[in-house]
């Protein structure tokens, strides 16, 4: 699967289902998108704006380092994805692996 087709994967499984959730941590709510993001509300915070962008990389570094899927939010500060790598990772948790 390409990285597009992921992102839409999960785009729509986040829109169905309305919340965004991996055990043991924080979970995201669904609240809109626009042409190039999507906004989640946080357990623990304001309301964020996700660009699109961030997500494929989140999912670029999964397919190049299939532990990041398994690793935590953290896992992603080292291909460049900080302040929002937790709820990214959250989203990247909507497929499962083998998509990947």
Do not use: C
Request: glycine letters at 6%.
């Amino acid at each position: 699967m390409d990285s597009d087709e992921i992102l839409q994967k999960i785009i729509q499984i986040f829109r169905d289902t309305q919340i965004s959730e991996v055990p043991g941590y924080n979970k995201f709510g669904y609240i809109r998108e626009t042409i190039s993001a999507v906004i989640v509300s946080r357990q623990n915070g304001e309301d964020t704006r996700i660009p699109f962008s961030k997500i494929k990389q989140g999912i670029e570094a999964v397919k190049v380092d299939k532990k990041v899927y398994d690793d935590g939010p953290a896992s992603l500060r080292k291909y460049g994805i900080t302040h929002i790598n937790s709820p990214i990772w959250s989203l990247l948790r909507l497929v499962p692996k083998s998509d990947y």
